[in-house]
């Protein structure tokens, strides 16, 4: 099982890294604006169809998001 906390910080950190905001990105992906604090606050792990909204959106692999990797490349 993957950390959820982990993701939730790995999403933010690629966000930022791209100079994507948190709000832009829920909004575009058709997500709660509470979806990420859920993560980071406990345990709640996105289903696979949202993780994989979210990768595309950051053109990333949901293996980097996962922590399954280092390379956003890899999988995608």
């Known amino acids: 099982m993957h950390n959820s906390q982990e993701v939730a910080i790995t999403i933010k950190d690629f966000a930022k890294s ?11 992906c058709n ?15 996105p289903r696979t169809e949202t993780l994989t909204r979210i990768a595309d959106y950051l053109d990333c692999s949901v293996d980097y998001l996962l922590g399954r990797t280092d390379n956003p490349e890899v999988n995608r």
């Open 31 to 45: 997500l709660s604006k509470n979806t990420l604090s859920s993560m980071q606050s406990g345990g709640y792990l």
């Open 18 to 28: 791209k100079n994507v905001t948190i709000g832009k990105m829920l909004s575009d």
